[in-house]
């Protein structure tokens, strides 16, 4: 279990650009503790339901599995005004 914090840790940190962390403020310090749990909390709920309906993968698994979706969202302009939103995922 502990891999596993570790590593979903060191992810977090490269894809939420909070590395490298210099130590040098209080402030900075509190911030990176507390966008680093708050991610990993986030990271362990969507595990915990996955393990529910059966899916067992490390988040570096889940990483690779989400990596190919895709969603875009195409704003037209209509002539009365409106915004009209179509969202595609793939």
């Known amino acids: 279990m502990l891999t596993d914090l570790e590593s979903v840790f060191r992810s977090l940190?490269?894809?939420?650009?909070?590395?490298?962390?210099?130590?040098?403020?209080?402030?900075?310090?509190?911030?990176?503790?507390?966008?680093?749990?708050?991610?990993?909390?986030?990271v362990h709920t969507l595990r915990f339901q996955l393990k529910?309906?059966?899916?067992?993968?490390?988040?570096?698994?889940l990483r690779q599995k989400l990596m190919g979706q895709d969603r875009v969202t195409v704003q037209l302009k209509r002539k009365d005004g409106k915004t009209l939103h179509i969202r595609k995922t793939n």
């Open 13 to 42: 940190k490269s894809e939420l650009g909070l590395r490298p962390v210099f130590h040098h403020k209080t402030d900075r310090v509190s911030g990176h503790i507390f966008i680093s749990v708050l991610a990993y909390h986030l």
């Open 52 to 61: 529910a309906q059966g899916i067992h993968l490390s988040w570096n698994g």
